[in-house]
């Protein structure tokens, strides 16, 4: 397994595993949107890892998601601004790192 992960738009994803390790303040480039099967989620990365699949090596994300957005202030806000609630371990999830679009900020309230 390993902490980080260079996306396609030059972002650089990091995971739980590692930041939470770290003495001092930690970066929060943990989180990360997800496009998988045309559906936008955000989820916490835990760590990545490798593994052979079908005879085909495959990199994963084992990742938290959060719940889908509250609704209203999605729609209010010409679909720009997620607010949803960290499920940690109730809502663990493996998916293939190229579904991850981008890294985001999910502000605590």
Known sequence: RWARLRLPNGQV???AWKE????KQPRMARNVKLLIDGKTTVAEVLFYFNMMLHDEEKTFAFVSEFSQ???DLFENSSQTVF???????????????????????????
Do not use: F
């Open 69 to 71: 957005p509250h609704t």
């Open 13 to 15: 994803a990091r995971s």
């Open 83 to 109: 607010a949803c609630r960290y499920r940690g371990d109730a809502s663990l999830k493996l998916v293939e790192v190229h579904t991850i679009q981008s890294v985001v900020a999910m502000i605590p309230h």
């Open 20 to 23: 939470n390790a770290m003495s």
